[in-house]
T-cell receptor, first 117, second 119 residues
Framework: EPEVTQTPSHQVTQMGQEVILRCVPI?????FYWYRQILGQKVEFLVS????????KSEIFDDQFSVERPDGSNFTLKIRSTKLEDSAMYFC???????????????FGNGTRLTVT | AQTVTQSQPEMSVQEAETVTLSCTYD???????LFWYKQPPSRQMILVIR??????QNATENRFSVNFQKAAKSFSLKISDSQLGDAAMYFC????????????????FGKGTHLIIQP
Protein backbone atom coordinates (compact mmCIF):
# COMPACT_ATOMS: atom_id res chain seq x y z
CA GLU A 1 0.00 0.00 0.00
CA PRO A 2 1.38 3.46 -0.85
CA GLU A 3 2.74 5.43 2.07
CA VAL A 4 3.55 8.98 3.00
CA THR A 5 7.26 9.15 3.77
CA GLN A 6 8.99 11.73 5.91
CA THR A 7 12.65 12.52 6.35
CA PRO A 8 14.52 12.74 8.59
CA SER A 9 12.92 10.74 11.38
CA HIS A 10 14.73 12.86 13.95
CA GLN A 11 16.23 16.32 13.53
CA VAL A 12 18.23 18.13 16.18
CA THR A 13 18.93 21.80 15.67
CA GLN A 14 20.12 24.75 17.65
CA MET A 15 17.82 27.58 18.59
CA GLY A 16 17.76 30.23 15.89
CA GLN A 17 18.63 27.87 13.07
CA GLU A 18 16.43 27.08 10.11
CA VAL A 19 15.16 23.55 9.46
CA ILE A 20 13.44 21.97 6.51
CA LEU A 21 11.28 18.93 7.08
CA ARG A 22 10.62 16.83 4.04
CA CYS A 23 7.68 14.74 2.97
CA VAL A 24 6.79 12.67 -0.04
CA PRO A 25 3.00 12.37 -0.21
CA ILE A 26 1.19 9.52 -1.91
CA UNK A 27 1.58 10.09 -5.62
CA UNK A 28 -2.04 10.55 -6.73
CA UNK A 29 -3.07 12.62 -3.74
CA UNK A 30 -4.10 16.24 -4.19
CA UNK A 31 -4.15 17.74 -0.70
CA PHE A 32 -1.20 17.96 1.60
CA TYR A 33 -1.04 18.81 5.28
CA TRP A 34 1.33 19.46 8.12
CA TYR A 35 0.41 18.71 11.72
CA ARG A 36 2.35 19.16 14.93
CA GLN A 37 2.29 17.19 18.16
CA ILE A 38 4.11 18.62 21.15
CA LEU A 39 5.17 15.84 23.50
CA GLY A 40 2.24 14.63 25.57
CA GLN A 41 -0.24 16.92 23.83
CA LYS A 42 -2.77 16.57 21.07
CA VAL A 43 -2.07 16.68 17.38
CA GLU A 44 -2.56 20.20 15.99
CA PHE A 45 -3.31 21.26 12.44
CA LEU A 46 -0.77 23.64 10.95
CA VAL A 47 -1.51 24.05 7.25
CA SER A 48 -3.12 22.51 4.21
CA UNK A 49 -1.89 22.88 0.64
CA UNK A 50 -3.67 22.37 -2.65
CA UNK A 51 -2.92 23.32 -6.22
CA UNK A 52 0.43 24.81 -5.27
CA UNK A 53 -0.90 27.18 -2.69
CA UNK A 54 -1.94 27.24 0.94
CA UNK A 55 -5.58 26.28 1.33
CA UNK A 56 -5.98 26.81 5.05
CA LYS A 57 -3.69 27.56 7.97
CA SER A 58 -4.06 27.68 11.71
CA GLU A 59 -3.03 30.46 14.06
CA ILE A 60 0.09 28.42 14.86
CA PHE A 61 1.30 28.78 11.27
CA ASP A 62 2.78 32.26 11.45
CA ASP A 63 5.52 33.94 9.42
CA GLN A 64 8.09 31.62 10.95
CA PHE A 65 6.68 28.78 8.89
CA SER A 66 6.47 28.22 5.17
CA VAL A 67 5.57 25.31 2.93
CA GLU A 68 6.63 24.48 -0.55
CA ARG A 69 6.18 21.84 -3.19
CA PRO A 70 9.48 22.32 -5.02
CA ASP A 71 8.90 19.52 -7.49
CA GLY A 72 6.26 16.97 -8.36
CA SER A 73 6.91 14.73 -5.39
CA ASN A 74 8.26 16.57 -2.35
CA PHE A 75 6.33 18.72 0.12
CA THR A 76 8.44 20.65 2.61
CA LEU A 77 7.89 22.55 5.83
CA LYS A 78 10.47 25.22 6.60
CA ILE A 79 10.80 26.61 10.09
CA ARG A 80 12.91 29.75 10.31
CA SER A 81 14.75 30.85 13.43
CA THR A 82 13.65 27.86 15.50
CA LYS A 83 12.65 28.30 19.11
CA LEU A 84 12.72 25.82 21.98
CA GLU A 85 8.94 25.57 21.85
CA ASP A 86 9.09 24.36 18.26
CA SER A 87 10.31 21.01 19.58
CA ALA A 88 7.62 18.53 18.59
CA MET A 89 6.68 15.71 16.27
CA TYR A 90 5.76 17.05 12.87
CA PHE A 91 3.45 14.92 10.77
CA CYS A 92 2.91 15.25 7.06
CA UNK A 93 -0.35 13.92 5.62
CA UNK A 94 -1.95 13.66 2.22
CA UNK A 95 -5.45 13.08 0.96
CA UNK A 96 -7.11 12.28 -2.29
CA UNK A 97 -9.90 14.55 -1.28
CA UNK A 98 -12.01 16.05 -3.97
CA UNK A 99 -15.13 18.20 -3.76
CA UNK A 100 -17.23 15.06 -3.94
CA UNK A 101 -15.34 13.10 -1.32
CA UNK A 102 -14.76 15.27 1.70
CA UNK A 103 -14.43 12.27 3.91
CA UNK A 104 -11.33 10.97 2.15
CA UNK A 105 -9.08 10.02 4.99
CA UNK A 106 -5.75 11.60 5.63
CA UNK A 107 -2.79 9.30 5.26
CA PHE A 108 -0.09 10.27 7.72
CA GLY A 109 3.64 9.80 7.56
CA ASN A 110 5.64 8.45 10.48
CA GLY A 111 6.59 11.93 11.58
CA THR A 112 9.80 13.86 12.14
CA ARG A 113 10.82 14.46 15.71
CA LEU A 114 12.29 17.96 15.89
CA THR A 115 14.42 18.79 18.91
CA VAL A 116 15.53 22.37 19.34
CA THR A 117 18.36 22.85 21.81
CA ALA B 1 -14.29 26.87 16.45
CA GLN B 2 -14.71 23.17 16.86
CA THR B 3 -13.38 21.34 19.88
CA VAL B 4 -12.90 17.65 20.50
CA THR B 5 -12.76 16.26 24.02
CA GLN B 6 -11.48 12.86 25.08
CA SER B 7 -12.06 12.58 28.80
CA GLN B 8 -10.12 9.35 29.35
CA PRO B 9 -6.34 9.94 29.32
CA GLU B 10 -5.74 6.22 29.77
CA MET B 11 -7.77 3.03 29.54
CA SER B 12 -6.80 -0.55 30.30
CA VAL B 13 -8.50 -3.72 29.09
CA GLN B 14 -7.83 -7.43 29.26
CA GLU B 15 -6.93 -9.15 26.03
CA ALA B 16 -10.05 -10.48 24.26
CA GLU B 17 -12.32 -8.14 26.21
CA THR B 18 -14.26 -5.16 24.87
CA VAL B 19 -13.37 -1.56 25.58
CA THR B 20 -15.09 1.72 24.73
CA LEU B 21 -13.24 4.98 24.26
CA SER B 22 -15.27 8.14 24.62
CA CYS B 23 -15.21 11.30 22.55
CA THR B 24 -17.39 14.37 22.56
CA TYR B 25 -17.18 17.37 20.30
CA ASP B 26 -18.61 20.80 19.96
CA UNK B 27 -19.62 22.36 16.67
CA UNK B 28 -22.25 24.61 15.19
CA UNK B 29 -22.05 22.88 11.84
CA UNK B 30 -24.56 20.31 10.70
CA UNK B 31 -22.37 18.52 8.18
CA UNK B 32 -19.00 17.14 9.17
CA UNK B 33 -16.93 14.00 9.49
CA LEU B 34 -15.58 12.20 12.50
CA PHE B 35 -12.59 9.92 12.67
CA TRP B 36 -10.69 7.70 15.04
CA TYR B 37 -6.95 7.52 14.46
CA LYS B 38 -4.56 5.13 16.14
CA GLN B 39 -0.98 6.06 16.97
CA PRO B 40 1.09 3.01 17.99
CA PRO B 41 4.57 3.37 19.48
CA SER B 42 5.89 3.49 15.92
CA ARG B 43 4.32 7.00 15.88
CA GLN B 44 2.46 6.59 12.63
CA MET B 45 -1.10 7.90 12.61
CA ILE B 46 -3.37 5.19 11.25
CA LEU B 47 -7.01 5.69 10.34
CA VAL B 48 -9.20 3.27 12.27
CA ILE B 49 -12.72 4.29 11.32
CA ARG B 50 -14.67 7.26 9.98
CA UNK B 51 -18.27 8.44 10.22
CA UNK B 52 -20.21 10.88 8.08
CA UNK B 53 -22.46 13.07 10.23
CA UNK B 54 -25.35 12.81 7.79
CA UNK B 55 -25.45 9.03 8.16
CA UNK B 56 -27.49 7.65 11.02
CA GLN B 57 -25.96 4.19 10.75
CA ASN B 58 -22.95 3.64 12.93
CA ALA B 59 -19.75 2.80 11.07
CA THR B 60 -18.08 -0.54 11.65
CA GLU B 61 -14.71 -1.92 10.58
CA ASN B 62 -14.17 -5.50 11.67
CA ARG B 63 -13.60 -5.37 15.46
CA PHE B 64 -14.02 -1.61 15.57
CA SER B 65 -17.36 0.15 15.74
CA VAL B 66 -18.62 3.54 16.75
CA ASN B 67 -21.62 4.80 18.66
CA PHE B 68 -22.45 8.10 17.00
CA GLN B 69 -25.00 10.22 18.83
CA LYS B 70 -25.34 13.40 16.80
CA ALA B 71 -27.72 15.21 19.14
CA ALA B 72 -25.45 14.51 22.09
CA LYS B 73 -22.34 15.25 19.97
CA SER B 74 -20.82 12.00 21.08
CA PHE B 75 -18.65 9.63 19.06
CA SER B 76 -17.35 6.68 21.03
CA LEU B 77 -15.17 3.88 19.71
CA LYS B 78 -15.77 0.28 20.71
CA ILE B 79 -13.02 -2.27 20.27
CA SER B 80 -14.19 -5.86 20.52
CA ASP B 81 -11.95 -8.86 21.20
CA SER B 82 -9.02 -6.59 22.14
CA GLN B 83 -5.64 -7.71 20.88
CA LEU B 84 -2.14 -6.83 22.02
CA GLY B 85 -1.60 -4.99 18.75
CA ASP B 86 -4.40 -2.61 19.63
CA ALA B 87 -2.23 -0.99 22.28
CA ALA B 88 -1.73 2.61 21.16
CA MET B 89 -2.84 6.20 21.58
CA TYR B 90 -6.27 6.72 20.07
CA PHE B 91 -7.25 10.12 18.78
CA CYS B 92 -10.75 11.25 17.98
CA UNK B 93 -10.87 13.86 15.22
CA UNK B 94 -13.36 16.20 13.60
CA UNK B 95 -13.33 17.58 10.10
CA UNK B 96 -15.61 20.20 8.62
CA UNK B 97 -17.48 19.38 5.45
CA UNK B 98 -17.51 22.99 4.29
CA UNK B 99 -15.99 23.90 0.98
CA UNK B 100 -12.23 24.48 0.78
CA UNK B 101 -11.28 27.86 2.14
CA UNK B 102 -14.68 28.33 3.70
CA UNK B 103 -14.02 26.47 6.89
CA UNK B 104 -11.54 24.46 8.83
CA UNK B 105 -9.75 22.34 6.31
CA UNK B 106 -7.71 20.21 8.61
CA UNK B 107 -8.61 17.82 11.32
CA UNK B 108 -9.23 18.93 14.88
CA PHE B 109 -7.95 16.28 17.27
CA GLY B 110 -8.74 15.40 20.84
CA LYS B 111 -5.93 14.93 23.34
CA GLY B 112 -5.95 11.20 22.92
CA THR B 113 -6.57 8.13 25.04
CA HIS B 114 -3.73 5.77 25.83
CA LEU B 115 -5.07 2.22 25.51
CA ILE B 116 -3.25 -0.51 27.41
CA ILE B 117 -3.96 -4.15 26.65
CA GLN B 118 -3.32 -6.52 29.56
CA PRO B 119 -2.29 -10.03 28.42
Amino acid sequence: EPEVTQTPSHQVTQMGQEVILRCVPISNHLYFYWYRQILGQKVEFLVSFYNNEISEKSEIFDDQFSVERPDGSNFTLKIRSTKLEDSAMYFCASSHRTLSSYNSPLHFGNGTRLTVT
Amino acid sequence: AQTVTQSQPEMSVQEAETVTLSCTYDTSESDYYLFWYKQPPSRQMILVIRQEAYKQQNATENRFSVNFQKAAKSFSLKISDSQLGDAAMYFCAYRSASVPGGGADGLTFGKGTHLIIQP
